[in-house]
């Protein structure tokens, strides 16, 4: 995890109170680390504290509750009933290699040093793609232990501008900006591969952030905070929701398909 356990980028301001209990147990998801490793006590303490999350520095390590685990070699995500995983860049590599033909740097039409709210972050691999385009990226997510996992893998990641991290649902934080505050609000909120099916990869995110209904009404409120566009990544089979009677225009490569509603001062 290299020298500091804080990453490049801004860190959150105050404790968030979304999804800090696990919703079978009650209990607060925890934030472990040994004193022997590289990562310091005092900044697990405080990254424990910007989260939310209940510090643990003996072991054993709980196994009624979700947990991320720092050690040297960089955290690992334990949701109990499944393997422990760490974050994987996925195909990110493949992107950064041809952004050219990534079909979501199309879809919003990216120019560099244009703010994006990535509403649903995740493990951040469309957020690594839009920082190397030389996006300024403001991410949000609702689960801290995703959200503490996702800032410190971009935080050994120096591609473009560092990542900002909102801790909270989307419709808050999009309800809390001015009008035309970035130039893009990108959309992601489902959890399938590829191929339709699910994922068993993805199971421990799905099992800490259960699927969230997308609703109009997140994107009514993304279009008034964009100026230029938002995009919507659709599941397979998904159809695209009309805003006003305007269907969205369409970007797709073979593997995902995006929906574009242009924003207030489109271009
Ligand atoms: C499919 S993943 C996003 C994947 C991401 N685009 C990436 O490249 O890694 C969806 C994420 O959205 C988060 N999420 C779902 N509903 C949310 C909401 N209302 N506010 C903030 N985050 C939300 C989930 O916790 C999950 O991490």
Do not use: N
Not at 33 to 50: C, I, K, Q, T
Not at 153 to 179: F, I, K, M, S, Y
């Amino acid at each position: 995890m290299g020298g500091s356990a804080r990453g490049g980028g801004e860190c959150p301001t105050s404790p968030p109170h979304l999804f800090t209990t696990h919703a079978v147990t009650g209990a607060r998801p925890y934030l472990a680390f040994s004193a022997h490793r590289s990562v310091r006590a005092a900044e697990a303490l405080d990254l424990a504290g910007w989260f939310g999350l209940d510090p643990v520095s003996e072991r054993p390590l709980p196994v009624d509750r979700p947990g991320l685990v720092l050690t040297g070699a960089g955290p690992t995500l334990r949701v109990p009933g499944h393997r422990p995983m760490t974050w994987h860049p996925g195909m990110t590599a493949w992107r950064l290699a041809s952004p050219e033909t990534d079909p979501l740097l199309r879809a919003l039409a990216l120019r560099p040093g244009e703010r994006v709210l990535d509403g649903t972050l995740g493990f951040g691999h469309d957020a690594l793609v839009l920082r190397a385009a030389g996006a300024v990226v403001i991410g949000v997510e609702r689960s801290p232990l995703l959200a503490l996992l996702t800032f410190l893998a971009h935080g050994e990641r120096p591609l473009g501008p560092p990542l900002q991290l909102r801790l909270g649902r989307v419709e808050d934080v999009l309800a809390d900006l001015p009008t035309g505050a970035v130039e893009h609000v990108y959309l992601d909120p489902r959890f399938p591969d590829a191929a339709g099916r699910r994922s068993f990869t993805l199971a421990p995110m799905r099992a800490l952030c259960p699927e969230a209904p997308f609703e109009e009404s997140w994107l009514r409120l993304a279009v008034r905070v964009a100026r230029r566009r938002v995009v919507v990544k659709l599941a397979p089979l998904e159809v695209p929701r009309t805003l006003d009677g305007v269907v969205p225009a369409i970007v797709r490569s073979t593997r995902v398909r995006f929906a574009v509603y242009r924003a207030r001062d489109s271009a």
